[in-house]
């Protein structure tokens, strides 16, 4: 299936050569596709977690040479599990603060559906897919609040799918990765209200075969790939929602923050549970609770 849109990263993406932008898991899949489309358009500096370095220096390399002026910085980071590579040691902590100081653009991936719990007690994907990447915001803030400062355009860009929208005390392997998924787009609302200085953007990519489905196991992946049958779409393209909402020329007068987005650019619906305010605030206040010891 081809993406069905006028969008085209080639002519839409403009220039980002005062840009610093931080991608979490770069190393393969869409947030390789990401970092590799981005680099056309030159962005100063662009940073990157995983937890391969002989696949980040190949990114590195592939990237480099579609820019040569960019600084481009691989950053280990286990989410595996949930806080360590981020925020085990003061000087990973400080190397992201220090080296995104300036007009940050944060995209955070998805990583997949996986099952137990992480070292720090946490159901394992809600520990990956939201906690880990709430504490890396919460790092990335003051850079993001700064940027604002001096040009007005700092943006969060959070990575969501269409999964069942849930409460939160569901059980199965399935609704656990919706929940985390949730609580994803509940805190981009809430970072929107929050700190209303930058974007906060929730978006759903779209469909691609990446190695999350093909690492599944064999029934996972046969189910997902029916579910989703005719709907996929090519990885090159599954980038394009996630690139409009970090480089997208947005008027004044354009109210994205907050919002969720499907491709390219089109505002959904909010349903029952993601316009929850009581259980957003809910989950504002447990998430800063569990995050204060990380300070």
């Not at 081809?2 to 839409?12: E, G, I, M, N, S």
């Not at 990956?128 to 860009?157: C, G």
């Not at 790939?225 to 480089?247: D, L, M, R, S």
Request: net charge neutral; charged share 25%; glycine share 6%.
């Amino acid at each position: 299936m081809v993406l069905k849109t006028d969008y085209d990263p080639a002519k839409d993406i403009p220039d980002l050569a005062s840009k610093v932008i931080v991608i979490t898991g770069g190393t393969a899949g869409s947030g390789k596709q990401t970092i590799l489309t981005l680099s056309k358009h030159a962005p100063s500096h662009l940073l990157f977690t995983g937890r391969n370095t002989k696949a980040a220096n190949e990114v590195i390399d592939e990237a480099q040479a579609l820019s040569p002026s960019t600084i481009f910085s691989f950053i280990p980071c286990d989410h595996w599990p949930v806080f360590p590579h981020i925020n085990s040691s003061r000087c990973e902590r400080d190397t992201l603060q220090n080296r995104a100081h300036r007009r940050p653009n944060l995209q955070r991936r998805h990583h997949g559906r996986t099952t137990g719990l992480s070292k720090d007690g946490y159901e394992i994907q809600f520990a990956i897919n939201f906690l880990a990447h709430a504490l890396l915001i919460r790092i990335l803030l003051p850079a993001l609040e700064e940027t604002f400062a001096t040009e007005a355009d700092a943006r969060i860009v959070l990575l969501d799918l269409k999964t069942p929208q849930e409460n939160l005390d569901l059980g199965s392997k399935w609704l656990r990765y919706a929940q985390s998924k949730l609580a994803m787009m509940l805190y981009a609302k809430l970072l929107a209200k929050r700190y209303p200085n930058f974007a906060s953007i929730a978006i759903h990519p779209g469909i691609a075969l990446t190695g999350l489905v093909e690492d599944q196991l064999f029934g996972d992946r046969l189910w997902l790939k029916t579910a989703t049958f005719g709907q996929n779409i090519p990885v090159q393209e599954g980038v394009y929602n996630a690139c409009w909402a970090a480089t997208a020329r947005i008027g004044k007068d354009q109210r994205v923050a907050g919002g969720m987005f499907q491709p390219v650019g089109i505002r959904t619906r909010d349903t029952k549970f993601s316009s929850d305010e009581e259980l957003a605030e809910r989950l504002w206040e447990w998430t800063e609770e569990q995050l204060e010891s990380y300070k």
